[in-house]
Every structure is written in C-alpha cells, then in structure tokens.
C-alpha cells in the first residue's frame, strides 16, 4: 500500500504540484453499443504524486477532467481529496465539450456513447499511468453512472466505490425532462441550436434544484435578481461552451445508463438526497439494497437537490473522509 502522510505531517508539503494533463489515443475502443472508435482520444488529469493512494473522481456531464476547478470545494491542498496525500485522477468525457474525442458539428454518424464506455476510457488511463488499483473511485450524477461501471470492470482494482446521485438505471421522470431537451435542439434551426441547448440548459437548472430552494431565492426578488435572470445566465454559460451534438449525445448516454449492482463486487458508498428530483431517494435505498452488504447508505437532506454534492461542502466532505479512511487513506 502506498505511503499516507498524516495532515498534521513535518514532511507534508504546504503546496500541491501544478496537475499532470495529457491526452491518450487508443487505436480503436469497442463500444457497448457495437460500434468501433478508431483513434479515439481520451483527454485525463492526475495530480499528485504517482506513489499517493489512487483516487478516481467523476462529475456531471458538465464536468471534466479538471476537479480542482469544478469541485475546488472537495478536491485542493487541505480538502477532503488533498493532492498531498491522494493521486486524483480523471478525464474529459468521450462524447463531450472536452479534450477527448467527440462529435464534430453536423457529424451525425458519431456513435452512442454508454456510461460503460466511459468506464472502459477511465480504465484504459489508469493503465497507462501505471495505476494498479484505486483506493476510492468517486462519481457524482452521470459520473456515478461511470464509476458503477468501473467498479464493475476493474474488479478488485477498485477498494472502494462512492456513488451519488445515481441509481443503477435512470428515472422515467428524468428520461422524460431530457427527452423533451433533446427534442428543443433536435427541432432547431442549425443557427438556433446554440439557442435551444441554452433552452435545454435552463430546464435542467429547474430539475437540479428544488422547488423550496428556487421560492426561498426568487419568490419576492427584484427584477435584476429574478429566477428568469438566473436561467438564463445559466443557460447562456453553458452553450457557451458545450456544441449541440456533444449535449445530446450525452444526455442520451445519462438515460441509456444500464448497470447490475450483481455485478459489483467492491463496497459501494451509495449518497442520496431526500428532495432530489432527477433520482428519487427511493430508487437509491432500492439500489443499496440490491447491493446487499456491499453497501453503505449514507442519505441527507437539502434545499439544494441534485446539486447538493456541489452546495453541501461539509456533509460531503465528511462522506469522502469516512469512505478514505475505510481505504486506510485518511
């Protein structure tokens, strides 16, 4: 096992070493869905040392390999995933805005993308990087669709699993809401798509948070500061960034989501949110069940809803510790 420093260590450095980035092409990746890849390029990041205990860390679709920008509150020098003690690995999407490979604009031959394909890119790059076991896998949302897989492919490679806010299949309420976002991009003009993804944006905001949350914010602001003001900024930032065809490929892949808890055979840390809209509490007490004594269900409450992995810092914070320290890494 790999040397862990306590936090209170002399030889604890004060700073963490600026993240390693690379791209890895794999000269052709078979796809769940039959399909081949052919030199598809998969876009990682580690950061810390190469001799810390591996941890694999996954977000949302929006996420990419870049943790210590997106979940800075989780993942930074004296954080619960604290580069001075962990090697914390992930990578940009297959199928997203990222630096992996993805769909080009009006490539409509690029194939689905499965959360086991995903899983199947994580894997490749923890070979490449050496990385022969994984103390922690953590996945939030589609990431931990992703890390369900994972677990599942690398077998004992993986110590142990934290899965939040993500069953084992998605909800028929969820597939819903994105079908009908998929369908406002599918029937846009090429010139409006920027305009409909920004749409499609603005109703996933509505699903990520909670009808208290938005009351408690919105119900008697002032027009500057209105819920309409906030959609759309939101909306705005994330056609920004994110082409059309990348949003809809992976928004299928979050509603063709497909995983057996029988075949998991790692612990698995099962995070839920009473008040999660898009994966009801219920369908993750059911999963954790169906995992059996494999599982730990560590359920909370919060205004935040879905999001709250990315609000509830402390609570969350305390999951990670809790799941390192059953890995001997706290």
Known sequence: MAAVLPLDSPDLPDACAQPLRGVLRLSALALAGGRTLIDADVAWQAWGD???????????????????????????????????RLRIVS???????????????GDAAFPAIDSADQAAAVLAVLNHLGIA?????????????????????????????????AGPQASA???????????????????????????????AMLSYRTPGELESRFGGA?????????????????????????????????????????TIAAPVTVVGVRGDLLVPIETLRAFAERLGPRAELCEFDSIYGHDAFLKEDETIAGIFRHALAAEDCA
């Open 50 to 84: 190469p001799g810390l205990p591996a941890v694999v860390v996954l977000g949302g679709i929006s996420a990419g390999r870049d943790p210590d920008r997106w979940w800075s509150a989780q993942c930074g020098a004296g954080r619960a995933l604290d580069p001075r």
């Open 91 to 105: 990578i940009d999407w297959l199928g997203g805005a990222g630096g992996s490979t993805g769909p080009r604009a």
């Open 133 to 165: 076991r994984v103390a922690v896998a953590i996945g939030a949302s589609y990431g931990g669709c992703v890390v369900q897989h994972l677990a599942r492919l690398a077998g004992e490679r993986i110590g142990r699993a934290v899965v939040i806010s």
């Open 173 to 203: 309420w969820a597939r819903g809401l994105r079908g009908l976002q998929r369908g406002l991009v599918a029937a846009a003009a090429p010139e409006h798509r920027a305009a409909a993804v920004a749409q499609a944006r603005q109703l």
């Open 222 to 262: 002032e027009p500057a500061q209105c819920l309409e003001h906030w959609l759309d900024a939101h909306g705005a930032r994330f056609a920004a960034r994110f082409p059309a065809d990348a949003f809809v490929t992976l928004s299928a892949s979050l509603d063709a989501h497909r995983c057996d808890p029988g």
